[in-house]
RNA sequence: GCGGCUAUGGCGAAGUGGUUAACGCACCAGAUUGUGGCUCUGGCAUGCGUGGGUUCGAUUCCCACUAGUCGCCCCA
């Protein structure tokens, strides 16, 4: 009997891992200086928080959500984004009533969609994202969405498109709403099947179709930017004259639509642009959520946020040829050979740690020369080599392997001495 | 959820309806009885994703399943 990981999941191992240390590690820096704290919530929750969070009509909570009941008889999900349980925990915790507003919060972890796996797209696959809750702002907006791109900018990533729209408010909406079903109703057959249905449920999402992106109704189509009312239209171009005043290049897209239920106002999505990325382009995709507070029961809250996969960004990163400054190398490895070396050797390992130095040995009792192969493979820096002869004399030869020089140094002093090479 | 392609050692990759499944990298050992990166020599898959079927015989043909991959849908 042997066992495969699930569908759509992914080990992460040694030589990969590191890479994903580094991101998270740059990640929480660039929140830490942006003035965000983490939050950490479960990997599951209650179904209905996201029925009611995400949007009971989106295709995630639709046909993507892993949903099982519990032995206590409770419907519960393992969470397919972020940002419903942030809230949650948010209106919880009233943090609403903190002191410091906006609150600012991130989060990385992981996400479950059951989903059809594809480059770029998985079952089990890991979210960095941000909130800000509680500011009506439009630098907030823009403030988020500069910490996304400079996440991505901090790496090197040079080919990103960030695209923004504005969704407006509800009224804006629900004007648009109606105009587009006027516009398409008339000739809706002409359009494909999926776009018939959306015609209903969400009109907005016809815009967004691939198959139908060059009928002539989709040119002529109503543009949710002419039905923005004054305070929406005022708040967009804030947000873009702070963008601009970041010196963080856009392009407004008003076909751009986000697939959660909870957007309002600002809607953005950065996207790679680097050659034979595949067909998933979309690294971090986010907006304004200014009801969602509200609809999981917590008092009138604006709300903004992001989320980005750090799978997609590796994929970046790989696409563009970027190599992160990544060292996995030993400061020093101790080659030990006899009985009475051995022991001892196992006591110096011990003490270069202690030193907060990072020390190997080997435990396959090779021979002294696949010892020296296994350093040479580990990158040790230097290599000491102690046997017999040294014992009896109560020194350790020590071995830069850069060079190749070779230093005789008292036993009493190795540590000291090795400390002060790494220098 | 729909359609196409793929599946051979740790990795890459050839191959055939029939005794021993190329090769490269990696790994191990030796040449060098205490010194790495180069070189040379030798070793390293009772096994060809899993389960069935066809056949005297299948890694090779057929079916199902599983997984990956590309595209659609959607999305991070």
């Known amino acids: 009997m042997s066992f495969q990981i699930p569908r759509g999941t ?21 929140c ?9 919530t479960p990997i599951f929750e209650h179904t209905e928080l996201f029925l009611r969070g995400v949007g009971d009509s989106t295709d995630i909570v639709q046909k993507e959500m892993y949903t099982f009941e519990d032995r206590g008889g409770r419907s519960i999900t393992l969470r397919p984004e972020g ?10 915790n009233k943090m609403y009533g903190q002191p410091n507003q906006p609150v600012k919060l991130y989060y990385i972890g992981p996400m479950f969609r059951y989903e059809r796996p594809q480059a770029g797209r998985f079952r089990q696959f890991v979210q960095f994202g941000v909130e800000a809750l509680g500011s009506n702002d439009p630098a907030i907006d823009a403030e988020v969405i500069a910490l996304a791109m ?4 901090s790496l090197g990533l040079k080919k990103l498109k960030l695209v923004i729209n504005s969704l407006g408010d509800v009224e804006s909406r629900k ?18 099947e999926d776009c018939q249905a959306r015609l209903e449920k969400n009109p907005m999402r016809i815009l967004d179709c691939k198959k139908d992106r060059d009928h002539e109704l989709m040119a002529t189509a109503p543009s949710i930017l002419d039905y923005l009312n004054e305070e929406s239209r005022t708040y967009f171009a804030k947000v873009q004259t702070y963008l601009t005043k970041l010196g963080i290049r856009f392009e407004v897209d008003p076909r751009l639509v986000r697939g959660l239920d909870y957007y309002n106002h600002t809607a ?21 959520y200014n009801g969602l507070v509200q609809e999981i029961g917590g008092p009138e809250t604006a709300g903004i946020g992001f989320a980005l996969s750090i799978e997609r960004l590796l994929a970046a990163l ?23 070396a051995k022991e001892e050797a196992v006591s110096l390992v011990h003490a270069l740690r202690q030193a907060g130095i990072t020390a190997e040995k080997d435990y396959q009792d090779r021979k002294v020369k696949a010892q020296l192969k296994a350093a ?36 009493a002093s190795f540590v000291q001495y090795v400390k002060n090479a790494l220098v």
Not at 16 to 21: C, H, P, R, S
Not at 86 to 92: A, D, H, P
Not at 175 to 192: K, N, P, S, V, W
């Open 10 to 30: 992914q080990d992460i191992l040694p030589g990969e891992v590191e890479k994903w240390q580094y991101v998270e590690q740059l990640a929480r820096d660039i």
């Open 318 to 340: 790989q696409a563009e040829g970027i190599l992160l400054p990544i060292s996995a190398r030993i400061d020093c490895y101790v080659v030990a050979l006899g009985e009475k």
């Open 83 to 92: 940002t419903a349980a942030v809230v949650r925990s948010f209106v919880e």
């Open 268 to 288: 953005f999505e950065i996207m790679s642009e680097a050659e034979g990325f595949g067909a998933i382009t979309t690294l971090c995709g986010g907006g304004r």
């Open 150 to 153: 400079n996440v991505y900018q």
């Open 32 to 40: 830490r200086r942006y003035n965000y704290q983490e939050i950490r």
């Open 175 to 192: 004007a648009h709403r109606q105009a587009l079903i006027d516009h398409f109703q008339g000739r809706i057959t002409e359009l494909c």
């Open 376 to 411: 040479d493979r580990l990158q040790a820096q230097y290599v000491a080599i102690l046997g017999d002869d040294e014992l009896e004399k109560q020194i350790i030869n020590v071995k830069n392997m850069k060079t190749g020089e070779q230093t005789e140094v008292p036993l």
